[in-house]
Nanobody, 126 residues
Framework: VRLAESGGGSVQDGGSLRLSCTVS????????SGWFRQGAHKGLEGVAFIDSDGSTRYADDVKGRFTISRDTDKITSLQMDDLKSDDTSMYYCAVEMGCWVEHLHEEVSKPEFNHWGQGTQVVVSS
């Protein structure tokens, strides 16, 4: 399974960006996809996740600003609006096969996902 990420870049405070992640293949009825992020001097944080049924999970600090969607059976997008400087991070797409969002831990963690993208940088300047 390979993941291809696109999007990211630099915007000013209050701006918008869209990230996309394409999975090369899947072989289960459902898979979870989403993004983690890691800022400078910070740990890895789960941002937003979706499964094949369309169930979603968001970190508290992005609710109402970020929207995750499964655009096709292989493409997941993260629309990020009203971006803030605290959102500046490297964003990593992650995928787990045979997964449903309801079964993820309340605080989604790295070991729950086996497939990872290379990461894409998001910089928000004030």
């Amino acid at each position: 399974v390979r993941l291809a990420e696109s999007g990211g870049g630099s915007v000013q405070d209050g701006g918008s960006l869209r990230l996309s992640c394409t999975v090369s293949e899947y072989s289960y009825a459902s898979y979870c996809s989403g993004w983690f992020r890691q800022g400078a001097h910070k740990g890895l944080e789960g941002v937003a996740f979706i499964d094949s049924d369309g169930s979603t999970r968001y970190a508290d600090d992005v609710k109402g600003r970020f929207t995750i969607s499964r655009d096709t059976d292989k493409i997941t997008s993260l629309q990020m609006d009203d971006l803030k400087s605290d959102d500046t991070s490297m964003y990593y797409c992650a995928v787990e096969m045979g997964c449903w969002v309801e079964h993820l831990h309340e605080e989604v963690s790295k070991p729950e996902f086996n497939h990872w993208g290379q990461g894409t940088q998001v910089v928000v300047s004030s």
